[in-house]
């Protein structure tokens, strides 16, 4: 079954902070994608990833792909409080689906 | 410049009842993909549709469950005989051409399906 997994689920982190959330995914694909999600909001777009060694900036956040590892990581800077929402990794599949990992729920204090 | 719209955002049903989901695409795109999403959990795929053709339901419940893509108007998605366990929120997205040109999907707000 194709599966992809995120951790941590829950992070909580103080403003100013750096950290990292991963991204398993369990297929050879060659497309990651990161999405953000408010409550009870849709999903927001934030970053494609095509290729091995792939990396996107944008504002404190940078994503990277190492299709070898099947890893994907995105990496926040000096988080401010309007960063708190859920992100979601998914792995594009055969026929254009989306797999989803389960989400991290990312609360930045202040 | 519309986005992906879904309606209703809320839809209130009785068991046994039936629920009919509404999704048009985002203006210039042909396909559009259906997903669950349970409480505190990802997303689910369900089934992925072009103008008039399934392309993969490999997500979608074997019973009670039916989408369409017509030529004109909407894509539908709908639940015959509701149960508790339906309820969730429903996501459509679209992308103007299967995304391994690098495209992302665009989605909706969603439709909240609860079931009394």
């Known amino acids: 079954e194709l599966k992809v997994e995120q951790n941590p689920l829950f992070l909580s982190m103080q403003e100013g902070k750096n950290y990292t959330i991963y991204c398993n995914y369990s297929?050879?694909?060659?497309?990651l994608y990161w999405y953000r999600q408010d409550p009870g909001k849709s999903l927001e777009s934030l970053f494609v990833l095509l290729s091995n060694g792939a990396v996107k900036q944008e504002g404190r956040l940078m994503a990277s792909l190492d299709t070898k590892a099947r890893l994907s990581t995105l990496h926040i800077t000096a988080a401010v409080h309007d960063l708190s929402a859920t992100y979601f990794c998914a792995e594009g599949g055969a026929t254009n689906k989306l797999i989803f990992g389960t989400g991290t729920l990312l609360a930045v204090q202040p | 410049n519309a986005g992906v719209m879904q309606n209703p955002r809320h839809l209130v049903r009785r068991r046994g009842q039936e629920a009919r989901l509404r999704c048009s695409p985002m203006?210039?795109?042909?396909?559009v993909y259906w997903y669950r999403q349970l409480p505190e959990e990802g997303l689910k795929f369900m089934v992925y549709?072009?103008?008039?053709?399934?392309?993969?339901e490999s997500g979608m419940p074997k019973e009670r469950f039916s989408a369409e893509f017509p030529k004109e108007g909407p894509s539908i998605l709908r639940i015959q005989q509701v149960v508790r366990g339906d309820s969730a929120a429903y996501f459509c997205a679209s992308s103007p051409n299967p995304p391994r040109g690098g495209q992302p999907q665009h989605f909706g707000d969603g439709t909240r399906l609860s079931i009394l």
């Open positions: 203006k210039g795109h042909s396909h």
């Open positions: 549709l072009q103008k008039e053709n399934i392309i993969d």
């Open positions: 297929t050879t694909s060659d497309r």
